[in-house]
Structures are given as C-alpha cells and as structure tokens.
C-alpha cells in the first residue's frame, strides 16, 4: 500500500511540473504572437509617430522626455519620496539594553530588526526591550 502511495506522490509531482512547463510554454507562445500588426502594439507605434511628428523631435532623449510627458513614467504617485518630505520619523518604542548597544532601535512598525530577531531566538521578548514611557 506505501508503494502506491509513494507512487502516486511521484506522479502528482510530475503532473504539477508539466503543467507549470504547459503554462510557460503557453505565455511564451502569446508573447512570441505579439508583433507589430498585433492592435494595441501598432496603436503605441502610431501614438509615438505622432508625437513625435507634432512634436518635431527625433532624438532618443528627446522622445523619452515626451513619452513620460504624455503617458507618464509608470510610478505610482504613492510610492514617490515626495510623500515622505514632510514626514516625521516614528518615536522609538524599543531600545537594545546590552552595553554598547542602545544605538538599536525600533519604532515597533514594520519587520522587526536583526537584533530583536536574534534576541527571541534565545528566548527572550521583545516587551523586555520596551522603553518606560514615563
């Protein structure tokens, strides 16, 4: 009875690696398909000629400059630094207490730092390192 199972496991593990090769496959067929008769490809080429054309500019830096002009340069306006300028730094809410070492903080948000990791790998947690807020 093990040896089927083992079997089967076997075959379920080849079955998940063809269909992930047939999904790969698949996409690189697709993308092999897209050339410049594909519509949303010569749209692009046609928005570009006139741009281009309208704006009498024929140099790589110059089209570059246009395109991001007109279509933008792909950033979400969320993750600009810009947002950030006005920003306060968090208030610390943990601090190292080895000798030598209260230079580690952590304002308690985002992934813990290395040195709380290293420290609840002992054993120890991170509430020991909680600063008094008195």
């Excluded at 089927?4 to 996409?27: G, H």
């Excluded at 309208?54 to 991001?68: D, G, R």
């Excluded at 813990?112 to 509430?127: C, Q, S």
Aim: hydrophobic residues 35%.
């Amino acid at each position: 009875m093990a040896s089927i199972d083992t079997k089967m496991q076997k075959l379920q593990k080849k079955l998940i690696a063809m269909q992930a090769e047939l999904n790969a496959l698949e996409n690189q067929k697709k993308a092999a398909q897209i050339t410049k008769e594909t519509e949303w490809v010569n749209n692009l080429i046609q928005d570009i000629n006139e741009i281009l054309i309208k704006n009498n500019q024929k140099s790589p830096a110059a089209l570059m400059k246009i395109l991001v002009e007109t279509f933008g340069n792909g950033k979400s306006l969320r993750n600009t630094n810009d947002n950030k300028i006005n920003k306060k730094p968090l208030p610390v809410k943990y601090r190292d207490t080895a000798p030598g070492c209260e230079h580690n903080t952590w304002s308690g948000r985002g992934l813990a730092p290395l040195w709380i990791k290293r420290y609840e790998a002992v054993g120890r947690k991170k509430e020991e390192f909680l600063i008094n807020a008195s």
